[in-house]
């Protein structure tokens, strides 16, 4: 990410921050003049203790000296979580890992056996592992049969954020499919900022927006989260209505894993209904 883009990433941010928090949560007056949702510049600088017209600048993306104290104040008047905090961090001071083409083209990451087992344990609750750029690099046989047969996609396809806007199973598989993608592009945000210096994700985002109209909309509404938890509700084409809980987990070790676990919401047959699915004569489909 060249710096220019780096300081326009941090200005949409800090805009679409701005717009989430209301005048009278923080003790302000709502007022009937404001022509857009949420804090105004003046406020947000009011809030951080800094000058209107530092805000200003840094909000614009000007290349401004930052320091952590003043963006601490920053994130603390935008009420950041931790992860939009070192989201903000990485933008606003190129504080990412450095690590730009730490993954081959080719040639996906390795899983080690011990995750290999752990996939294969968890039968009731489809799971898939995806690296730091969203492609997927390992999944088991429930997620083969609630989402897609990722063995018959070639691993340079096999991009998570790119699948669930080109394929029309998973378009089909949410009830609500915005809210599906809402958790894939949190994982994908925190890893855009984190990974700061990889060109890779300028390239992607370009031609997602280029492919697919509806992208830019949602990319620039999606929130910041290395571990989102979502309820979603499938209605899949064989087993009907399905209920999972969504809970992302980071895999340690050098690859930076993502592991993706759908449990069955415990108050529906969700779980039943995926046995029956897994089990049924002439489904076996190998992971």
């Not at 990722?150 to 915005?178: C, D, G, H, M, S």
């Not at 509404?221 to 309820?231: F, H, I, K, N």
């Not at 209505?241 to 449990?263: E, H, N, P, R, W």
Request: proline fraction near 5%; hydrophobic fraction near 35%; charge should be positive.
């Amino acid at each position: 990410m060249n710096q220019q883009t780096r300081l326009q990433a941090l200005s949409t941010f800090l805009k679409a921050q701005r717009a989430k928090i209301l005048p009278q949560s923080v003790g302000l007056a709502s007022g009937t003049r404001r022509r857009t949702p949420g804090l105004r510049r003046e406020e947000v600088a009011q809030l951080a203790g800094v000058s209107s017209t530092w805000y200003t600048w840094l909000e614009q993306g000007r290349d401004i000296k930052v320091s952590p104290s003043v963006l601490d104040a920053v994130a603390r008047a935008l009420q950041l979580t931790v992860d939009e905090r070192k989201y903000l961090y990485a933008l606003a001071q190129e504080t990412g890992t450095g690590v730009g083409q730490g993954l081959p083209k080719d040639e996906p990451p390795k899983i080690n056996p011990a995750l290999k087992r752990i996939l294969k344990e968890l039968r009731s609750c489809p799971t898939i592992i995806s690296d730091r750029r969203s492609h997927i690099v390992g999944w088991n046989e429930a997620a083969a049969h609630v989402f897609l047969d990722f063995e018959q996609i070639p691993y340079e396809e096999r991009n998570l954020i790119r699948l669930v806007f080109t394929r029309k199973e998973l378009r089909r598989l949410a009830v609500n499919w915005e809210h599906f993608v809402s958790g894939f592009l949190a994982i994908f945000r925190a890893n855009y900022g984190q990974y700061v210096e990889d060109e890779w994700y300028e390239q992607f985002l370009s031609e997602m927006r280029q492919v697919h109209p509806d992208f830019h909309h949602l990319w620039e509404q999606s929130r910041v989260s290395s571990a989102p938890e979502v309820l979603l509700e499938f209605r899949h084409a064989k087993a009907g209505k399905m209920l999972f809980d969504l809970t992302s987990l980071q895999v340690s070790g050098s690859a930076d894993l993502q592991c993706s676990i759908y449990t069955p919401d415990p108050n529906s047959a969700t779980e039943t209904k995926l046995r029956q699915l897994i089990d049924r004569p002439g489904s076996s489909v190998q992971p």
